[in-house]
């Protein structure tokens, strides 16, 4: 019987390389802070028990996101050009007093009283949105604190910050030939609102977190993170921004409002060509790990003293792994 294949070959085709998209922040700054975190995380995508820290950033930059389209009348063009709340700051007993009354109507199920002030408006939007995603405030005095530090920013920094914002959320990425780099700058700021330039841009990151409290590790991958951005403005824009300008939101925290800026709130993280080559090259190095990490499953916890005490207490790894209390562990509740 002849072979109607005999003699056919049929070459394999090219092999194409997928490149994947790595965000410098949800991936590259996450794996830097713990691989085994990330890796439980980012790539198996367990829910975290709480999630406390994801709630507390986002609701600070999605409220402050609010603000500046409240400003530029993105929303409502009859609150073009007026500060939120007019700058007013509500007290501690007020806010909680609003948060009482918000849940004795909710659980009553009769009509919701009227948020007291823009912001709080706007935070209860956004809080909704987070609980319908299962991300919740643990503790009523982290939504406090949280009312507290964005009346306090749009007090302070509103008047003269708001109508220098050019755009928010600005979307940056770039080809690095093996993988796609992308990242989305919180705030740019130009000096004029007419012709925006490039050149005369600032570049700002909201973290919400304090100064002092961060680990020198995490304070350095910051650093990188901008000047990465500060790249990736390049590539886009053919210039470089003029600043990059890290805000620690969590130092306005306390009992009244800041008169002027605290001084550990605003860091201007410099963006010399060689700096910026410098944390190029170690977030690429940083890319190949998390790449190594896949292909061998492996996914290590930051070394004790790499990472905050107060960072691995909000961990659900946390019984299971030794780097937290200096390297002890965390003494099981069970069996
Ligand atoms: S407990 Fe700390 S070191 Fe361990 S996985 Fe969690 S964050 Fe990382």
Not at 310 to 329: A, F, I, V, Y
Request: hydrophobic share 30%; charged share 25%.
């Amino acid at each position: 019987m002849p072979k109607p294949f005999n003699g056919i070959s049929i070459p394999l085709p090219n092999s194409t390389l997928v490149k994947r998209r790595y965000s410098v922040t949800q991936d590259v700054v996450s794996f830097r802070h713990c691989a085994r975190q990330y890796g439980v995380f980012n790539v198996y995508k367990y829910a975290p028990a709480h999630q406390t820290q994801i709630y507390f950033g986002t609701v600070l930059h999605q409220v402050l996101d609010r603000c500046h389209a409240h400003f530029h009348g993105r929303v409502d063009p009859s609150t073009k050009g007026s500060l939120p709340d007019e700058g007013k700051v509500l007290s501690e007993e007020e806010i909680h007093e609003y948060f009482g009354e918000l849940k004795s109507a909710q659980k009553a199920v009769t009509t919701l009283p009227p948020p007291p002030s823009d912001i709080v408006r706007y935070f209860i939007q956004v809080e909704n949105g987070l609980n319908s995603q299962g991300i919740l405030a643990i503790r009523s005095d982290t939504r406090v604190q949280a009312v507290n530090i964005l009346q306090y920013f749009n007090a302070l920094e509103g008047p003269t910050l708001y109508p220098r914002v050019t755009n928010t959320e600005h979307r940056l990425q770039a080809d690095q030939s093996n993988h796609i780099l992308h990242g989305v700058v919180d705030l740019l700021v130009d000096s004029t609102d007419e012709m925006v330039d490039p050149a005369n841009c600032e570049m700002w990151d909201y973290k919400g977190s304090t100064r002092l409290g961060l680990n020198p590790k995490d304070l350095q991958t910051y650093e990188f993170q901008m000047r990465v951005y500060a790249y990736l403005y390049q590539r886009k824009h053919g210039v470089l921004p003029k600043k990059a300008v890290l805000y620690f939101l969590n130092e306005l925290n306390g009992p009244t409002c800041p008169t002027k800026r605290p001084v550990n709130a605003l860091l201007e993280v410099s963006i010399e060509p060689d700096e910026i080559q410098i944390a190029i090259d170690e977030f690429t190095k940083t890319v190949g790990q998390i790449e190594q990490s896949r292909l061998t499953d492996t996914w290590e916890p930051a070394a004790p003293g790499e990472i905050s005490e107060q960072d691995c207490k909000t961990c659900d790894c946390r019984w299971d792994c030794k780097t937290p209390n200096s390297g002890k562990g965390v003494k099981r509740i069970y069996p």
